[in-house]
């Protein structure tokens, strides 16, 4: 089973920006996802890419503010977050083990097999 570890994470002003990085341990053909969990709320969907990297798809929360890239050759997903905002608060996990891509899915924790420990951000209004 691969082993995920997210760093990157931090505190921020609003409006400021941050790159969250994700290491897996060895090359995934899956799709691998980024999802948050603020305090007292559910896991919630916040970014996906299929095992390319030539698909991505968003929450509508954060659509034009963050972007989802992988970097196969170093078995890495990021995720560059712009225009933070104070609802942006959370711990931001990487997931990976995702389904074969289909435009328009409705992504759920559910979908990935394997997860990583979390990284916090933290956005200051």
């Known amino acids: 089973q691969v082993e995920l570890v997210e760093s990157g994470g931090g505190l921020v002003q609003a409006g400021g920006s941050l790159r969250l990085s994700c290491a897996a341990s060895l090359r995934t053909f899956t799709s691998m996802g980024w999802f948050r969990q603020a305090p007292g709320k559910e896991r919630e969907f916040v970014a996906a890419?299929?095992?390319?990297?030539?698909?991505?798809a968003y929450a509508d929360s954060v659509k034009g503010r963050f972007t989802i890239s992988r970097d196969n050759a170093r078995n890495a997903v990021l995720l560059q977050m712009n225009s933070l905002k104070p609802e942006d608060t959370a711990v931001y996990y990487c997931a990976e083990g995702g389904p074969v891509w289909q435009y328009g899915r409705r992504w759920s924790h559910s979908d990935f097999a394997s997860w990583g420990q979390g990284t916090q951000v933290t956005v200051s209004s």
């Open positions: 890419i299929n095992w390319s990297g030539g698909s991505t």
